[in-house]
């Protein structure tokens, strides 16, 4: 997979704000990628090097709608630690 598919986009949260002071960063991935496409992207894109990456799926939800229900998207989400000395400016 190329790096600009794997990841979608850059998570910030107020949580995940505070998290960049010890040099994690989230962001939200494609479903099908795995660990070591996660940190080959993130590397690749920022210029940083990677020490670990946790990943997480949230399920999506059903919702009720005017016209019946339908259902959220399905997302998955990685949180990236990189090297003390790196930094990805997400701002």
Same mark, same amino acid.
């Given at each position: 997979?190329?790096?600009?598919?794997?990841?979608?986009?850059? &998570?910030?949260?107020?949580?995940?704000?505070?998290?960049?002071?010890?040099?994690? /960063? $989230? =962001? $939200?991935?494609?479903?099908?990628?795995?660990?070591?496409? @996660?940190?080959?992207?993130?590397?690749?894109? /920022?210029?940083?090097?990677? @020490?670990?990456?946790?990943?997480?799926?949230?399920?999506?939800? &059903?919702?009720?709608?005017? /016209?019946? =229900?339908?259902?959220?998207?399905?997302?998955?989400?990685?949180?990236?630690?990189?090297?003390?000395?790196?930094? @990805?400016?997400? =701002?």
């Amino acid at each position: 997979m190329e790096s600009t598919t794997v990841i979608r986009k850059p &998570l910030v949260t107020e949580k995940n704000t505070a998290g960049t002071e010890m040099n994690r /960063y $989230a =962001f $939200a991935v494609d479903r099908r990628a795995n660990k070591l496409d @996660i940190k080959r992207a993130v590397e690749d894109l /920022y210029k940083v090097r990677v @020490i670990s990456v946790n990943t997480s799926h949230r399920i999506g939800k &059903l919702r009720r709608t005017r /016209y019946g =229900f339908t259902s959220t998207g399905d997302v998955r989400k990685a949180v990236v630690r990189v090297h003390r000395d790196d930094r @990805i400016e997400l =701002f």
